[in-house]
T-cell receptor, first 110, second 117 residues
Framework: QKEVEQNSGPLSVPEGAIASLNCTYS??????FFWYRQYSGKSPELIMF????GDKEDGRFTAQLNKASQYVSLLIRDSQPSDSATYLC??????????FGTGTSLTVIP | GAGVSQSPRYKVAKRGQDVALRCDPI?????LFWYQQALGQGPEFLTY????????KSGLPSDRFFAERPEGSVSTLKIQRTQQEDSAVYLC???????????????FGPGTRLTVL
């Protein structure tokens, strides 16, 4: 079982819609959760982090964490074509090791 | 420096050659991470330094891989006797906080794309 699992997609949404990206993790004691965006041929850049159960909002982005279900998600409201990228979920586990998922490819259609 | 820099950006090696990849973290950042990213995959953790101490090298795939950060700033990842399966992008990331802190934002460099022929 992989430490972090994501649907690879591709996920396509029309411009202005809500994009929902999901991630599950295996280590129940994991402490911190991160969403990175990676454009093709570029390095990952941090969008949001979360470490408490519930929702965390930052502009058009909302991260949701449910530790009981070992599930973390990212919602992108009012999706824009510039949001088209691969979104990587990363988890810091109880051993303070960082694991990334394989990423979900998002395409926002104008 | 504005961000994390890595050199070279591209490296082509013949199988069996040794390579050295350099990472210059953001000035003052205590944490430095190396990742390997194969095509279509997420970054895979290789090793972690806090200042000059290598606290975790559990992700290094074999004893052909070696990393150092002797003065707590610049780091070098060395791969001996390269194999075709070593072909990947090697990413370096740095952070102002320890990996043990709840919040650890990692800033990534542009990566070194290694191709082993």
């Amino acid at each position: 079982q992989k430490e972090v699992e994501q649907n690879s997609g591709p996920l396509s949404v029309p411009e202005g819609a809500i994009a929902s990206l999901n991630c599950t993790y295996s280590d129940r004691g994991s402490q911190s959760f991160f969403w990175y965006r990676q454009y093709s041929g570029k390095s990952p850049e941090l969008i949001m982090f979360i470490y408490s159960n519930g929702d965390k909002e930052d502009g058009r982005f909302t991260a949701q964490l449910n530790k009981a279900s070992q599930y973390v998600s990212l919602l992108i409201r009012d999706s824009q074509p510039s949001d088209s990228a691969t979104y990587l979920c990363a988890v810091r586990n109880t051993g303070n090791q960082f694991y990334f998922g394989t990423g979900t490819s998002l395409t926002v259609i104008p | 420096g504005a961000g994390v820099s890595q050199s070279p950006r591209y490296k082509v090696a013949k199988r069996g050659q040794d390579v050295a990849l350099r990472c210059d973290p953001i000035s003052g950042h205590v944490s430095l991470f190396w990742y390997q990213q194969a095509l279509g995959q997420g970054p895979e953790f290789l090793t972690y330094f806090q200042n000059e101490a290598q606290l975790d090298k559990s992700g290094l795939p074999s004893d052909r891989f070696f990393a150092e950060r002797p003065e707590g700033s610049v780091s070098t990842l060395k791969i001996q006797r390269t194999q075709q399966e070593d072909s990947a992008v090697y990413l370096c990331a740095s952070s102002s906080t320890s990996a043990l802190s709840s919040y650890n934002e990692q800033f990534f460099g542009p990566g070194t794309r290694l191709t082993v022929l």
